[in-house]
């Protein structure tokens, strides 16, 4: 199982951004992904998660709104996007593999992606 | 949302000796806690699920113990690829999944 995030990226304030995750090695249709988020020195904020399968999407009320998840099954990618960066934004973003039910853990995660909002 | 809190922050150990680390939930979520490692510049690591069962590949060093509100990680004798940092996360009531802030496991 791996999973790949696209490059660190730098953004300012309003602009939008879209980074991915591709995954490679198991049947990447029938397993959910989801995203955490980790500023600056602090820890692990869960943000949501997609079934690629059917779309289906949950988000934390904390993120819902801000950011949405998408999938392209067609090159078996997830995305995380946001339409208008806040500097509060600045982290690193990990896709995980992740179940939806029975033990909901995220068992194999991506490199992660540094983003970073500035003016 | 299930608040989880971690105590302590920062936990001195030398190698070779014990480490306790605790989990405490805002409300009961069964057994239904991980355990994750992270070490600088890199991804999480599940080390435990189910509140006690290891991960596939985590030694048998690492074990965790507790349930309803009450959980424990114990690493029975440090090694110096342990001291890193440490989270529990619970899956009871979700979304949202939930973190807690995390224990530094640092050398003595």
């Known amino acids: 199982v791996q999973l790949l995030q696209s490059g660190a990226e730098v953004k300012k304030p309003g602009e939008s951004l879209k980074i991915s995750c591709q995954g490679s090695?198991?049947?990447?249709?029938?397993?959910?992904i989801g995203w955490v988020r980790q500023m600056p020195g602090k820890g692990l904020e869960w943000l949501g998660v997609?079934?690629?399968?059917?779309?289906?999407?949950r988000y934390s009320p904390s993120f819902q709104g801000h950011v949405s998840i998408s999938v392209d099954k067609s090159i078996s990618t997830a995305y995380l996007q946001w339409n208008s960066l806040k500097a509060s934004d600045t982290a690193i973003y990990y896709c995980a593999t992740q179940e939806a039910s029975g033990v909901i853990t995220l068992d194999f995660w991506g490199q992660g992606t540094l983003v970073t909002v500035s003016s | 949302e299930i608040v989880m809190t971690q105590s302590p922050a920062t936990l001195s150990v030398s190698p070779g000796e014990r480490a306790t680390l605790s989990c405490r939930a805002s409300q009961s979520v069964s057994s239904n806690l991980a355990w994750y490692q992270q070490k600088p510049g890199q991804a999480p690591r599940l080390l435990i699920y189910?509140?006690?069962v290891r991960a596939t590949g985590i030694p048998a060093r690492f074990s965790g113990s507790g349930s309803g509100t009450e959980f424990t990680l114990t690493i029975s004798s440090l090694q110096s690829e342990d001291f890193a940092v440490y989270y529990c996360q619970q899956y009871s009531n979700w979304p949202p999944l939930t973190f807690g802030g995390g224990t530094k496991v640092e050398i003595k």
């Open positions: 090695g198991y049947d990447f249709l029938n397993y959910w």
């Open positions: 189910g509140a006690s």
């Open positions: 997609i079934y690629p399968g059917d779309s289906d999407t």
